[in-house]
């Protein structure tokens, strides 16, 4: 019996009928043999909401943050109405109720103390997780499916770095073999909550934004699962956010390498570290479209088939901000690189391009409250300026390597636009530059014209979509 670890995010999950179309999906698994552990998302804009009722309750609104808390209550307490007999509805409210009633106290404690820590912020944010898989787990059981809730806190071990807590793997795969895999073993369905854990005194932490991808692959690799699937409401990884460009096609096979890079740099599909422990264990990952579930989707893995086409896909990493050092005493000293570096890595804060000259550097990261700070510290090193609203566009394809010309050609395509930093990164298969925010979109659908409009057959597909289907989704 196969084991698998299908992850369905907020999308697959946000109302009564993508909950009987995920439960649809777990069944048709286990008829076919499989062995499913599920991992869910919190419902769609939840966590935002959940976000939005912590920062409330931390400035004192105690009636705004409760107000969110209770309507989010009640579109719980809606769905399971709608998916849950007479019965099984009577025995869950309570729990909705309970945990709830939890979130409530927390959200008046934190009123009244006027103040918000990372730590609490992720105990707010848990919630959403802990009440879907409970939900998902009765919907499942409603239609037959042998489902047991697990609390992903007793699996998920982490360090206490709350907001984007780093995972400790040896914890995590001693938890799953006695927490999974005797579930697993006796036919059962764990159901559990995506991108929250625990810190191993028992401290609710999260993975950071998008996290449950990551839980899924973590859960994938301590049970040495034969295959991760990512189930989302796209056909797969497209050659681009179908958001902004409607006509993205399904990318069939990429590599783990690829998909890495693109998650890194913006592609919401896929969490940037999900591939990781996929990798590591040699495990495929497979992104899947819980709207369209007959659709093969695209498979990663660690190789992906020669094709033609220089690019496999388009990213773009928005709200980034450009860091410009000037410090013409530093000329020709050693340990000025360093000592830039160190300032960043002291607040926490991640570069991800880096363009230098004799007397100046360049630097991008993501908009990031501490900045005034940063460049605090900066300014005893240089000269500091910074400038928000920038985009990254980043092209990823393993075939970029040896071709001539592609950097020329992608630079007519979007010779409209005002180029701020360009970087070809060692890895080879991925060429990056920055522009205003406000020239995104439009410098990604001249990319995606340039090299999509004759793909190769062997690494895309058309999006095959309804235009009602494409349209309702471009409206949210
Ligand atoms: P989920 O709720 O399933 O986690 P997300 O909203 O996190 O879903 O991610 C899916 C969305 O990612 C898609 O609806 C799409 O708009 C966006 N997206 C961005 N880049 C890509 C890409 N290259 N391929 C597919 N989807 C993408
Ligand atoms: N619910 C979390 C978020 O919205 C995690 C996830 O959905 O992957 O970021
Ligand atoms: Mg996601």
Not at 91 to 117: K, N, Y
Not at 132 to 157: M, N, Q, W, Y
Not at 201 to 225: K, M, P, Q, Y
Not at 244 to 255: E, G, H, Q
Request: glycine share 8%.
């Amino acid at each position: 019996m196969k084991l698998v670890v299908m992850k369905f995010g907020g999308t697959s999950v946000q109302d009564a009928e993508a909950i009987g179309r995920t439960a649809s999906i777990v069944q048709g698994r286990i008829q076919g043999d499989q062995r499913p552990v599920v991992v869910v998302s919190a419902m769609s804009k939840v966590t935002d909401q959940l976000l939005a009722a912590a920062k409330a309750a931390g400035c004192g609104d105690r009636g705004g943050a409760l107000e969110i808390s209770s309507r989010l209550r009640q579109r719980h307490l809606d769905t399971a109405g709608k998916l849950l007999s007479p019965a099984r509805l009577r025995q869950f409210e309570p729990a909705v109720h309970e945990h709830f009633e939890a979130l409530d106290e927390i959200l008046r404690g934190l009123s009244a103390v006027g103040e918000l820590t990372p730590r609490t912020n992720d105990m707010v944010v848990s919630y959403g997780e802990r009440i879907s898989s409970l939900l998902v787990t009765e919907a499942f059981l409603e239609r037959g499916i042998p489902a047991v809730h697990v609390d992903a806190r007793k699996c998920i071990i982490t360090d206490n770095q709350y907001g984007k807590a780093i995972p400790n793997d040896a914890l995590i795969e001693a938890r799953c073999s006695e927490h999974l895999r005797p579930l697993a073993d006796q036919g059962q369905i764990a159901v559990m909550g995506g991108f929250i854990g625990s810190t191993p005194e028992g401290v609710t932490t999260t993975l950071g934004r998008g996290g449950s991808d990551f839980t899924g692959a973590l859960i994938g690799g301590a049970l040495h699962a034969e295959a991760i699937e990512i189930w989302t409401d796209v056909n797969g990884i497209m050659t681009t956010d179908p958001r902004v460009c409607p006509d993205a096609l399904r990318v069939k096979t990429i590599s783990f390498e690829e998909a890495a890079e693109l998650a890194y740099f913006g592609a919401k599909v896929l969490h940037p570290a999900t591939i990781l422990p996929a990798v590591e264990k040699n495990i495929p990952v497979l992104v899947l479209n819980s709207h369209n579930p007959g659709n093969e989707g695209t498979r990663i893995t660690a190789m992906a088939p020669h094709c033609r086409s220089p690019f496999k896909s388009i990213a773009v990493k928005r709200r980034l901000t450009i860091v410009d050092l000037v410090a013409s005493r530093m000329l020709m000293s050693h340990g000025y690189l360093h000592a830039i570096f160190e300032v960043f890595d002291r607040h926490k804060c991640a570069v991800d391009m880096v363009s230098t000259s004799e007397v100046s550097v360049s630097l991008t990261v993501d908009s990031n409250e501490r900045l005034p700070e940063i460049a605090a510290d900066l300014s005893k090193l240089a000269d500091v300026k910074y400038e928000g609203q920038k985009a990254l566009i980043c092209m990823v394809g393993g075939n970029i390597r040896g071709q001539n010309g592609i950097a020329a050609q992608v630079f007519h395509a979007v010779r409209h636009v005002n180029v701020r930093m360009i970087s070809q990164g060692a890895s080879e298969i991925n060429m990056s530059f920055m522009i205003d925010e406000e020239d995104a979109d439009e410098a990604v659908r001249s990319l995606h014209a340039a090299f999509f409009t004759d793909p190769d057959p062997v690494a895309t597909q058309a999006l095959q979509l309804s235009a009602d289907a494409l349209y309702s989704r471009l409206d949210q």
